[in-house]
């Protein structure tokens, strides 16, 4: 593996498993690749900010207020924890990324190329991944932990705007309609095989 480490995205909808996913991913390729888990919101100031207050509470700000924060959590995140890591080579997988600001904020009516603007600073991912489960199954899975962005219509919208990205060849999709072992096979071999490229 090379010095510069390596910057691995897992993608979905709420329920969608990738939080699994990317934990498994981290811990398969700790010993091979040095990997650790991290997520979105980050584990800092603004991004505990925007848990407490946006995601699971009562009143919800300005979308644009929102997109803000999670852009500012991003940069955050990136300085803290995402390049440390990089700079020590290490495979970092992270549980959401800028894909879900586009897909989530796109979906509530912010223009795109606007959440693009705000985030240009944000690192740019060696590789990303989208774990694609239809709005219908993960509503059913989320029967008893919804958050104020999941009902039906919203992620319907949500996922349109993720596959865009998977056709433009910036998110490869991989069926999460299968098992949690078999999307977990899914998933390290696709980052396999990526990695076989960086040699």
Request: glycine share 6%; hydrophobic share 40%; charged share 30%.
């Amino acid at each position: 593996m090379n010095k510069k480490g390596v910057f691995i995205v897992i993608e979905g909808l709420d329920g969608s498993g990738k939080t699994t996913q990317a934990k498994i991913l981290a811990k398969k390729l700790y010993q091979s690749h040095n990997a650790v888990y991290t997520a979105e919101p980050s584990q800092g100031k603004i991004g505990s900010f925007i848990r407490k207050r946006i995601l699971y509470g009562e009143k919800r700000s300005p979308i644009s207020i929102e997109a803000l924060l999670f852009a500012a959590d991003r940069i955050d995140h990136i300085e803290n924890e995402v390049q440390p890591a990089l700079e020590k080579g290490k495979l970092v997988v992270s549980d959401r990324y800028i894909y879900s600001s586009l897909s989530y904020q796109g979906s509530a009516g912010l223009n795109l190329d606007w959440i693009e603007t705000i985030n240009q600073l944000a690192l740019k991912p060696d590789l990303a991944l989208f774990i694609d489960v239809a709005p219908e199954a993960v509503l059913q899975r989320l029967k008893r932990k919804k958050s104020i962005m999941e009902n039906l219509e919203t992620q319907r919208k949500v996922r349109d705007i993720y596959l865009k990205f998977v056709k433009k060849g910036e998110l490869i999709r991989i069926d999460g309609d299968k098992s949690k072992n078999e999307v977990a096979k899914e998933v390290l071999e696709t980052v396999k095989n990526f990695l076989k490229t960086r040699i």
